[in-house]
């Protein structure tokens, strides 16, 4: 016997990660408006530079040619006396300037050469730019007045350019005013499809009246979104009306004369064995008419707390005695879930029943079923399943559409072929996950996805 195809387990019972549109859409705009920042940033900077480094220059050299006219037309006390002044109120020191006197070259950044370039254009080439004398620091100009040598000491800090705390400062500011608008844009971006995506989730639960959307927003695009939704809504609520009408109306036709023929093969059909068949041929018919209720129910579940090990205990007693079917349970003690009483044990009864009738060991004839739980944080996890021949992976997530039959259900057609469509609708329902998977020893899982009380 070939081996049975082994499914991964399904999508929808693995936690899903990763970030929702809101974060991406924040993300991108966050990235998009601090990297246009820096490159603003750059592109100033090297464009400021020069115009700052020729205003530099501009004023030392105006501060060098002052000094030059004040000290050649001053005597020399009033030499002295301006000297000082202008070392008490500038905070330019002119001292004279010897033949022995050491100096360095001026040299920084960019910014400074360019400053000592302009200057030596500005005055002269006669003048000398000096980053020391004699080992003391600063911006020294040396120039001639007659016959007469000095030199001129600034403060070099006048003539740096913004610190690099300043820009860290104004770039600070304009990334957290980039992200708070980031924020904002993507908050009403995210907002209308957000309640769409809500809206849209209610209704695949059976909820039409919840999915009534703004149609009065202010943007265009989202107010034609929001009405054709509705609209659509609408004609499905309409849809979804008719259909559960005409199937109960459908229903309620045929059991009246399904019953008429029980009460009449009973009481004509001499035969014991044609009249069984007969009254198990209505039954099986009865059952049917009972799958398309069931199916077509679109009310939402009630959700309680309820004991998932009272529910299982009762849907396992109800097939205890069938010979062909042993049932093992492996729940832990005390599993309480939210779920409707009701749905929830004809979800048990439909997986127990379709394991039964599916689910055979080839070797034996009867159905081995295991029942067991898991609670996983918030949720619980119900696992049903039976060591048959398992299912081809091509027909796998097919098993829930209505009306179809795998192929080794077929030759023993005695259904419409809805149980597992009513399972997996029945707990979506009550707001869990329902899938499909082959195990590797072989047979055919069933796995329940529950919120947690």
Known sequence: MPAPETAPAPLEMRPRRGFNLF???????????????????????????EPRAVQSAQQLASVVNLSRFALRYADTINRITLIKALAEEEHVRISLRAPTDIHQP?????????????????????????????NEPGLWIGFSVNDDSYWLLTDPSRMEPPRHSTWAIWLITAAALSLAGAAVIARLINQPL???????SRMRDGDFDATL???????????????????????????????????????????????RLRLETEMSVADPDAREHMAAD?????????????????????????????????????VADYPDMQVMLNIPDNVDVLADEV????????????????????ETGIALVEISAK????????????????????????????????????????????GLAIVEKTIHRMGGMFSLSNTTSGGLAAHIKLRRN
């Not at 991406?24 to 400021?48: V, Y």
């Not at 360019?114 to 003048?127: F, P, Q």
């Not at 992976?393 to 057609?413: E, I, Q, V, Y």
């Open 23 to 49: 974060w991406r859409t924040f993300f991108f705009l966050a990235l998009l408006l601090f990297g246009s920042i820096l490159a603003w940033l750059q592109t100033f900077r090297a464009l400021e530079s």
């Open 106 to 134: 001026f040299k920084g950044d960019n910014f400074s050469e360019r400053i000592a370039k302009e200057l030596i254009v500005r005055l002269g080439r006669d003048i000398v730019v000096a980053g020391a004398v004699n």
């Open 194 to 200: 957000k309640q769409l995506s809500f809206a849209a």
């Open 213 to 259: 959307l703004n149609e009065t927003v202010t943007t265009n695009e989202i107010r034609e979104v929001n009405i054709g939704f509705n609209r659509m809504a609408e004609q499905l609520s309409k849809i979804e009306q008719d259909r559960v009408v005409m199937l109960a109306g459908i229903s309620h036709d045929l059991r009246t004369p399904l019953a």
């Open 282 to 318: 209505i039954a099986q018919l009865d059952a049917i008419i009972d799958k398309f209720l069931d199916y077509a129910r679109p009310e939402p579940a009630l959700l309680e707390p309820i004991s998932l090990n009272a529910v299982v205990d009762a849907a396992v007693y109800a």
């Open 343 to 362: 749905e929830l044990s004809r979800v048990i009864a439909n997986l127990l029943e379709n394991a039964r009738r599916y689910g055979k060991t080839p």
């Open 375 to 418: 609670v996983r944080d918030q949720w619980v996890m119900i696992k049903v399943r039976d060591h048959g021949q398992g299912v081809p992976h091509a027909s796998l997530s097919k098993l829930t559409n209505p009306f179809f039959r795998g192929d080794s259900a077929r030759t023993a057609a005695t259904g419409a072929g809805l």
